[in-house]
């Protein structure tokens, strides 16, 4: 399984690859971040089966990579990083196609709960 992680903050990119790594010890991790580029070429080397997305990248928003995401792999389970967490964004982000969103805030245990959870919905 390979798991795509976008976020334009170097530390939380790996703080979060860190976390799958470590759960996920036979994933295939990718994390990108420095630009719309980076993650064009990185979405056009394989198939991803999970992508963590940070909704304000610098260079994008997470809404925008979703969509290139849902075009390039339709059934990539997605979950959405926030600082600045609301309902409504929530909301926007579940109509978007997000299947999770999670704070930064909230421990990475809840992020590996997720992914547990997603992948175990796979299996069925």
Known sequence: MKFLVVDDSPIDRLL???ALAKA???AVLCAVGSSMQEFEAAIEKE???LAVIDYSLGWAD??????SVRQRWPNCWTILMTVMP?????FHARTAG???????S?????LTIAVEG???DSEI
Do not use: N, W
Not at 62 to 67: A, C, L, N, S, Y
Not at 106 to 110: I, N, P, V
């Open 16 to 18: 979060l690859t860190r």
């Open 24 to 26: 996920f010890p036979d």
């Open 47 to 49: 198939r991803c089966d």
């Open 62 to 67: 997470g809404f925008e990579v979703i969509r």
């Open 86 to 90: 609301s309902e409504i964004l929530f």
């Open 98 to 104: 997000f299947d999770v969103c999670l704070t930064k």
């Open 106 to 110: 909230s421990s990475l245990q809840h």
């Open 118 to 120: 997603m992948l175990a």
